[in-house]
């Protein structure tokens, strides 16, 4: 068998530990100590679990696996069907649940510390087969988090400080860990004759990744191929690694809580989301242009650097989603931008004479305090508000409240008429509602039961009709803040945050 590759951690692109120099003493020094602070910070954002966006969503998917772990049923509507949310990350939260009898939050955060130690974990090994310097993987990490743009952006699968902060506990976070673990054992096996065994593993590995977080799993699969590209293997390890990809296909036609093969139909539903992806570049990317600038020497060096292989894959996903219109291509986004961030933080403390790479040191160093600047907000989720300085105060964006409220009232598996973001958290808690708060694209009547929730919640709809629905789904709740339904034949018996109002229905 032979393998040819162009770079290890003791030759080529990263250089020798010897032959390439010491980094900086500040940055050796510096580096590691920022990087630790801003894990504190995040394992203290872990304790506070600031709610935005999908948390519901995740919470409600350990609450039915918790209660049916073999048939949970759809994870927002009373509805029997499959969800792609029901994954091999999920199923062992909700056996946790299930076991322990933690509350839900409770194992959300054991959820979030487990997947904030494997992306450092990930990030650490990953950085590792790219750089043998000390100070690599800290930099690396702080890169990550900090080179973003000058506008704090949140989304899912996208590692800046301020949206990491916030989707901590998501799969996403934990998929990006495993993907971190699967590049750098990919790495190893594409350099060393690795025997069968380990690239079905990596097979299998793959998969699961797939089947936790499907647009992180894209993001995985993109470095994947960087990998194999930028090794140059011979026949024989071409050969493992076809098995090992079949042997994922297996796993993912195997999984039986969704189809995952179905999901190639489901874009048509994601696209007007996922177009926000695209606007406003400069004010949430524009840092990464820094980390684009540090591929170039590396391509001067080696053409096929992983590296600018994986980017230049990244970029091609999410050029084509514009181009097409398949605006949840952008998604992919992470691909083009994490070999960047890689990059530059590699070229700070890489091989080379002395003045290219304290050059590349400072403008980084730059970069990394104008990108924490932008992201100081995040702080608000551990410091009281009080306390903060106002123009850090003024970059906080306070989470959501809770439907804690309502438990008293409302029990596991009733169902709540609601809309906007109290459809997005109820489910939370172990309630139904009737339309749900997210897409769904194995839920055949979520057009229909959209369209009964918002006839349900107009104006000038009749009692008569409002009955109908309450019938026809069963409802026995419902949640308002408009104040549209008093007077109605209602009875408010709870009342929250912002004017919301808990009604029972006769």
Aim: glycine share 12%; proline share 8%.
């Amino acid at each position: 068998m032979t393998v040819r590759f162009s770079s290890s951690p003791r030759s080529g692109t990263a250089g020798a530990r010897h032959a390439a120099g010491r980094p900086p003493s500040a940055v050796r020094t510096v580096a590691p100590v920022a990087a630790g602070l801003v894990l504190a910070l995040l394992a203290l954002v872990v304790v506070r679990l600031p709610w935005v966006g999908d948390l519901g969503m995740h919470a409600a998917t350990v609450q039915r696996l918790r209660h049916s772990p073999l048939d949970p049923g759809n994870p927002l509507v009373d509805a029997d069907t499959p969800s792609p949310y029901y994954s091999p990350w999920m199923l062992l939260l909700g056996t946790v649940a299930r076991v322990t009898g933690l509350p839900v939050f409770a194992v959300l955060r054991l959820a979030a510390a487990a997947g904030l130690a494997l992306l450092v974990t990930g990030v650490w090994r990953y950085v590792r087969t790219l750089s043998a310097h000390r100070a690599a993987p800290a930099l690396a990490l702080l890169s990550l988090l900090l080179l973003w743009g000058t506008t704090p952006f949140l989304w899912s699968g996208f590692l800046g400080l301020n949206s990491l902060a916030l989707t901590v506990s998501y799969p996403s976070t934990f998929t990006l860990g495993l993907a971190f673990h699967f590049w750098a054992w990919l790495t190893r096996a594409v350099r060393g004759a690795a025997g069968w065994a380990v690239w079905l593993g990596l097979g299998v590995l793959w998969a699961v990744i797939l089947l936790c977080h499907q647009f992180a799993g894209v993001v995985a699969t993109v470095g994947a191929l960087a990998t194999v590209v930028a090794a140059r293997p011979g026949r024989a390890v071409r050969i493992r690694w076809a098995a090992g990809a079949a042997a994922g296909a297996v796993v993912l036609w195997a999984w039986p809580y969704y189809d995952f093969f179905a999901l190639s139909g489901a874009g048509d539903g994601l696209e007007p989301v996922h177009r926000v992806l695209y606007g406003h570049p400069g004010a949430r990317y524009g840092l990464v242009l820094l980390g684009v600038a540090a591929l170039v020497p590396r391509w001067r060096r080696d053409h096929r650097d992983p590296l600018v292989v994986f980017c230049a894959l990244g970029a091609l996903v999410v050029a084509a989603g514009w181009l097409s219109g398949h605006y949840s291509w952008g998604r992919a986004l992470p691909a083009a931008i994490v070999p960047a961030q890689l990059a530059v933080a590699l070229e700070a403390v890489g091989a080379g004479r002395r003045w290219p790479r304290a050059g590349w040191a400072v403008l980084l160093a730059g970069a990394l305090a104008l990108g924490g600047w932008a992201q100081s907000g995040t702080l608000g989720y551990v410091v009281p508000r009080g306390a903060l300085p106002q123009a850090v105060e003024d970059r906080y964006r306070p989470p959501w409240t809770g439907y804690r409220w309502i438990t008293p009232w409302v029990r596991y598996g009733d169902v709540v008429m609601a809309e906007g973001r109290p459809a997005r958290q109820i489910p939370a808690y172990g309630p139904y509602t009737v339309a749900p708060g997210y897409p769904d694209f194995f839920l055949p009547d979520e057009a229909r039961r959209t369209a009964a929730t918002g006839t349900y919640f107009a104006e000038r709809t009749p009692e008569s009709v409002r009955r109908g629905i309450e019938r026809e789904y069963g409802v026995r709740w419902v949640v308002d803040g408009t104040g549209a339904l008093d007077g109605t034949r209602l009875r408010a018996v709870a009342r929250g945050p912002g004017g919301q109002v808990l009604y029972a229905v006769p």
